[in-house]
């Protein structure tokens, strides 16, 4: 299974975009990265998903770069709804999660 | 468009009883897992059921199972709980017939305490 690496906190201002990295340069050519956030004592929530190509969705953006190693999650413009912890993964059927990044939003 | 729910959302048991958690699919959805989630940590997978059988078990003892039925709604069963066991249980769904590698949907979960 892959593995992924990402910071383990972030901050970012409200309103500004938040980009959040995330490292796997273990990853085949038939997985996807998935990107899921969770909110504190929710479950996690699917944010977007991608193989190679760039992906937008009404909630953020997934910028895979061309030798697919790693990523960057884009959320344009960030509201303290987007404080959470993000997580990166690269396996569809069994989640691997790792840390994540503790994003906060501040005013 | 009903997403995945899960009951009870809190639970509490003590050490050596026997516990059941039950969790209904996203509407469409054919494939349910199962995730333990520590205080503090990341999910951690348990096992997936497919087609009424499980098909992939990560590192649980067989104190954990499973089932699901012909409506794709699925139960976790641990028998001989722990102290250790408390945990939030969470519950995902997908559809497996897809080229698409489309994504699980999560349920809020059970919170479960042991005394």
């Known amino acids: 299974d892959a593995k992924t690496t990402q910071p383990t906190s972030m901050d970012c201002a409200e309103g500004r975009a938040a980009n959040l990295p995330c490292n796997h340069s273990?990853?085949?050519?038939?997985?996807?990265v998935y990107w899921y956030r969770q909110i504190h004592s929710q479950g996690p929530q699917y944010i977007i998903h991608?193989?190679?190509n760039n992906e937008t969705n009404e909630m953020a953006s997934l910028i895979i770069t061309e030798d697919r190693k790693s990523s960057t999650l884009i959320l344009p413009h960030a509201t303290l709804r987007d404080t959470a912890v993000y997580y990166c993964?690269?396996?569809?059927?069994?989640?691997?999660f790792g840390t994540g990044t503790r994003l906060q939003v501040f005013p | 468009d009903a997403g995945v729910t899960q009951s009870p959302t809190h639970l509490i048991k003590t050490r050596g009883q026997q516990v059941t958690l039950r969790c209904s699919p996203k509407?469409?959805?054919?494939?349910v897992s199962w995730y333990q989630q520590a205080l503090g940590q990341g999910p951690q997978f348990i096992f997936q059921y497919y087609e009424e059988e499980e098909r992939q078990r990560g590192n649980f003892p067989d104190r954990f199972s499973g089932h699901q039925f012909p409506n794709y709604s699925s139960e976790l069963n641990v028998n001989a709980l722990l102290l250790g066991d408390s945990a939030l249980y969470l519950c995902a769904s997908s559809l497996k017939r897809s080229r698409l590698n489309q994504p699980q949907h999560f349920g809020d979960g059970t919170r479960l305490s042991i005394l």
């Open positions: 991608g193989l190679k």
């Open positions: 273990t990853i085949s050519g038939n997985e996807y």
């Open positions: 509407s469409g959805h054919d494939t």
């Open positions: 993964i690269v396996r569809a059927d069994k989640l691997i």
